[in-house]
C-alpha cells in the first residue's frame, strides 16, 4: 500500500540555524513527491516537487528537498530559518504509473514548524 | 486569475441541516477535489473529479454529495448535517501532465461547524 510517513510532529529550530523536516514514503513504483506548506487560517501552499531529474530540488522562499530513491525519502531543508517560516508542512506522494481515477496523492500527516526568534 | 475559489469561509450549521460548499476554479483544470482537514489527522479526500461530469468517492464520502457540470464549478453538498462533518475543507484543482506532476492548488478553506 502507498504511504508517506512524517516521523516529526513538530520542529523546533532557532532563527537563523538550518532546518529540516523529515519525510519517507512507500510507493510501489516510482514516486512524484511534493512539499505544501499551510500557513495559519489558509489553504496549502504548494512550495517544491521532484519529478524527474536532479535529486535535489529548489523550491519558494528558499527551501529544497533531496530525493533520496534507496533511502525512500524527500526532507525539506532550508540552510537559515526565518520565525515566518513557521507553518504546517505536508509532504505528499503519487506513483507516477497510476492511471485513471488512481492519479490521486497520498498526504503525510504534517508537521509543525516553529522557529524560535 | 483568482486560482481556486471557495464560499462561505465560515458557517455553523445546526443538526440536520443541509448546505452547499461552492469551489470554482479559473485555471481550466480538469481535476478537481474536496478535502477535509481536521487537527492532527492530515487532509482526508472526500471526492475527487477528473473532468465535467466525472467524479469518485475519495477516501470518506459519507455524509456528502459532489456534482461536476462544468469544468470551473465543484460544488460539495452536505445534506443532513453531523457534528462528525465539523472541520475544515478545502477544494482543490490540478491540471494532470508529466511535466507538473499534476500539482495541486488549494482554495482558501471553509470552516464549517455542526451544534
Known amino acids: 500500500a502507498q504511504s508517506v510517513a512524517q516521523p516529526e510532529d513538530q520542529v523546533n529550530v532557532a532563527e537563523g540555524n538550518p532546518l529540516t523536516v523529515k519525510c519517507t514514503y512507500s510507493?510501489?513504483?516510482?514516486?512524484?513527491l511534493f512539499w505544501y506548506v499551510q500557513y495559519p487560517n489558509r489553504g496549502l501552499q504548494f512550495l517544491l516537487k521532484?519529478?524527474?531529474?536532479d535529486n535535489l530540488v529548489k523550491g519558494s522562499y528558499g527551501f529544497e528537498a533531496e530525493f533520496n530513491k534507496s533511502q525512500t525519502s524527500f526532507h525539506l531543508k532550508k540552510p537559515s530559518a526565518l520565525v515566518s517560516d513557521s507553518a504546517l508542512y505536508f509532504c505528499?506522494?503519487?506513483?507516477?504509473?497510476?492511471?485513471?481515477?488512481?492519479?490521486?496523492?497520498?498526504w503525510g500527516l504534517g508537521t509543525s514548524l516553529a522557529v524560535n526568534p | 486569475n483568482a486560482g481556486v475559489t471557495q464560499t462561505p469561509k465560515f458557517r455553523i450549521l445546526k443538526i440536520g441541516q443541509s448546505m452547499t460548499l461552492q469551489c470554482a476554479q479559473d485555471m481550466n483544470h480538469n481535476y478537481m477535489y474536496w478535502y477535509r482537514q481536521d487537527p492532527g489527522m492530515g487532509l482526508k479526500l472526500i471526492y475527487y473529479s477528473v473532468g465535467a461530469g466525472i467524479t469518485d468517492k475519495g477516501e470518506v464520502p459519507n455524509g456528502y454529495n459532489v456534482s461536476r457540470s462544468t469544468t470551473e464549478d465543484f460544488p460539495l453538498r452536505l445534506e443532513l448535517a453531523a457534528p462528525s462533518q465539523t472541520s475544515v475543507y478545502f477544494c482543490?484543482?490540478?491540471?494532470?501532465?508529466?511535466?507538473?506532476?499534476?500539482?495541486?492548488?488549494f482554495g482558501p478553506g471553509t470552516r464549517l461547524l455542526v451544534l
Open positions: 505528499a506522494v503519487r506513483d507516477r504509473f497510476n492511471a485513471g481515477n488512481n492519479r490521486k496523492l497520498i
Open positions: 482543490a484543482s490540478s491540471y494532470p501532465t508529466p511535466e507538473a506532476g499534476e500539482t495541486q492548488y
Open positions: 510507493v510501489s513504483g516510482n514516486p512524484y
Open positions: 521532484y519529478i524527474t531529474g
